[in-house]
């Protein structure tokens, strides 16, 4: 018996229960009764951890767009798929029924099957969230061509790193994007990307803006026209359940983002089985996440999940801010939305402002709220639960991670006892343990400790793209048999655990992640710039904020242009996400004798909490310590 749908304490404890004792039993249950396989697995689970390769469902076959569009379209080809809520209030939304949906996905697969894409090919989807990305993306899903989203707030030179790390032959991206009052001059970005991609054949350009673009004879083509041209009908490929479906970037606390490999089968089934029930998803729901499809949560819990479960799934292109703070709650009402699922740095931002934004509108059809991307604080839990699901709709506070592919920790709504600032239990199948610094399991109910994960579950994230020794060395590096996520938690006597952050050296700033050192890599490209270390913040509304120590290789004249020149540094390099809210100019920065930054000295400096910065004699250089503190006190 399977237990896909976990709707009381007890069918919870008991699936729990089972994907412990027996997790291949509990996940090939899941993956036969609830998907179309065109072909079984052969093996459900096999773990190499020698060489730490990770497998399920091998030799099993499927196409997931049969999984998330055709298996719909007998009883519910009517049924709205995607409701696309424009930025612009005068323009009119679209609802996309599962059966226009297929054929727009079969149409734009025949166009890049048209310009030579196949399966296995990297195609890089460069989009706002406009309907064409979420086509585009299952296009690809559709012939076996692995897609690789970058977010379209990411830099040239961010894109472009992305596109050749993992060899990508085609592009999609629009004219312009719409965001709030600004637009996005998305082709002039990737024009300008495209003078470092030697690989890139070809551009597929979507008209969006209707701006004034570059079109560059023999590589960029107007989607449009192919697109009209195009059969509404392309027979699946069908993959095995270990090919990829897509890359997606990350941060790593080092050097060039991490291309994570996620793979058709185990993704597909561990994503359609939380959202199931992290949402508690039934029929006639209208479910909106305001994630952006360029990070993980937009692939898994916009796309993937919710399709799969043929579900009405909402995209919106603007922003919280847009024409006015009470955005998110109008759309709620016009929708009659029943989960939301948003990201803590944005309720926050939204609680700053008056409850007039909150009130005209009715939030009664609400059933759960969601919340993702970073601990959410007590404060900004009250005000979610209080104002927007007016003291009565379950919060689930989901932990998870891009490499995860699903969430792993959460409440279920309405049958998990809520615990602000707890993401609570575990999910069937993931089994969280708490590592002491000497790497020990710490086996007493309470702790904390570093976050690990023991068994494998089906959407772990494979391999680093091109690079399964970094994988390896970034996530069973520290414990051969145990998934380290870079987390730091505690635990209750009950068993609930509360993340308490990155425990290196990537900071969460609003919900993105961000790793310091290619933060600093862009710091150092200015031509004043010796070295520099990037710190995190606690901040009242992005969670953290940037503050950067920068050491000059000569004396400047201007102290505000400089901090202008550096951080469009940064803006170029990476895109404004990653901008510094505050910088020091500082002789020398405290470092270990074997020459290791000490970020934990700098923390408590740039949050003036002198008397925390413990022992300091034993640094290379102790006096900078000093130097810091009086530049600081100055501030
Ligand atoms: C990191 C992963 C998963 C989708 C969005 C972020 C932090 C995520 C929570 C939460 C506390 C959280 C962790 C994690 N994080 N959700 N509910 N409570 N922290 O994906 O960009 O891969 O970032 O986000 O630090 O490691 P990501």
Redesign the pocket.
């Known amino acids: 018996m399977s237990h896909y749908h976990l709707d009381t304490a007890e069918s919870y404890k008991k699936a729990y229960q089972e994907s412990l004792e027996n997790p291949e039993a509990f996940w090939a249950g899941i993956a036969k009764d609830n998907f179309l396989w065109q072909k079984p697995w052969d093996k459900t689970f096999d773990w190499d951890q020698k060489n730490t390769e990770v497998k399920w469902f091998a030799g099993g076959k499927l196409n997931i767009t049969e999984n998330l569009l055709d298996r719909h379209l007998v009883h519910n080809g009517d049924k709205t798929a995607i409701i696309f809520e424009p930025n612009d209030l005068d323009e009119s939304p679209q609802k996309i029924s599962y059966s226009d949906l297929a054929k727009s996905v079969n149409k734009m697969a025949n166009v890049l099957k048209d310009q030579g894409v196949g399966k296995g090919d990297r195609v890089c989807i460069y989009l706002p969230m406009i309907p064409e990305l979420a086509i585009a993306v299952l296009a690809c899903a559709r012939i076996g061509a692995i897609h690789s989203v970058v977010f379209a707030g990411f830099s040239s030179t961010a894109l472009a790193a992305r596109i050749n790390d993992c060899d990508c032959t085609l592009v999609i991206t629009s004219d312009g994007g719409f965001r709030g009052a600004k637009t996005i001059d998305l082709k002039n970005i990737v024009d300008q990307a495209l003078e470092d991609c030697p690989g890139i054949q070809k551009t597929l350009v979507v008209a969006r803006t209707n701006q004034k673009i570059n079109m560059v004879p023999g590589r960029d083509f107007w989607l449009k026209p192919l697109f009209d041209q195009a059969s509404d009908h392309c027979p699946p490929t069908i993959m095995d359940a270990e090919d990829p479906l897509f890359i997606l970037y ?2 790593g606390s080092t050097g060039k983002p991490k291309g994570m490999v996620h793979t058709c089968g185990g993704y597909m089934v561990y994503t359609a089985y939380t959202f199931k029930n992290v949402f508690q998803y039934t029929e006639q729901d209208i479910y909106w996440c305001s ?1 952006d499809i360029g ?3 937009g692939h898994s819990y916009i796309l993937y999940g919710p399709l799969a479960n043929g579900a009405t799934t909402v995209m919106f292109e603007g922003v919280p801010s847009y024409p006015d703070f009470g955005r998110f709650w109008a759309i709620i009402e016009k929708y009659k939305i029943t989960q939301f699922y948003t990201a803590p740095t944005a309720i926050r931002a939204l609680a700053k402002e008056s409850l007039d934004f909150v009130t005209p509108y009715d939030l009664s059809s609400l059933k759960v709220l969601g ?6 604080n007590e404060e900004a839990w009250q005000w979610y639960f209080n104002h927007i699901g007016q003291g009565k709709v379950p919060i689930v ?8 592919g699903g969430v792993m920790i ?1 409440p279920l709504p309405g049958i998990t006892r809520a615990i602000p600032t707890y ?1 609570t239990l575990p999910l069937p199948g993931i089994q969280p343990v708490l590592l002491d610094e000497q790497g020990n399991e710490i086996k007493t109910p309470e702790g904390s400790g570093l976050l690990f994960i023991k068994h494998p579950w089906p959407s772990i994230a494979r391999t680093i793209w091109g690079d399964h020794q970094r994988y390896v060395q970034t996530y069973f590096g520290a414990q051969k048999d145990k998934y380290m ?3 730091g938690a505690t635990r209750d006597a009950q068993g609930n655990y509360r ?1 308490t ?2 425990v290196d050296d ?1 900071i ?1 700033v609003s ?3 961000l790793g310091t050192a290619p933060i600093e890599d862009a710091i150092n490209e200015h031509e004043l710039v010796a070295e520099s270390a990037v710190i995190g913040v606690p901040h009242p509304i992005k969670g953290n904020s940037l503050f950067g120590f920068i050491i000059l290789k000569n004396s400047f004249e201007n102290e505000v242009s400089l901090k202008n020149q550096i951080n469009q540094s940064i803006v170029q390099h990476i895109g404004p996400i990653a901008k510094l809210d505050e910088m020091v100019f500082t002789p020398g920065l405290p470092k270990t004798r074997s020459g290791k930054i000490m970020r934990r000295i700098l923390r408590n400096i740039a949050q003036k909490n002198f008397d925390a910065l413990g022992d300091t004699s034993t640094l290379l250089n102790p006096e900078i310590v000093k130097d810091l503190i009086a530049m600081m006190q100055k501030k």
Do not use: L
């Not at 919340?371 to 959410?376: A, D, F, K, L, S």
């Open positions: 990350t941060s994630a990070w993980i949560t919340t993702v991307g970073e601990p959410i506070d989901t932990w998870w991670q891009t490499e995860t959460a993401a996520t870079g987390d993340i952050g990155r990537v969460i919900g993105h992640n």
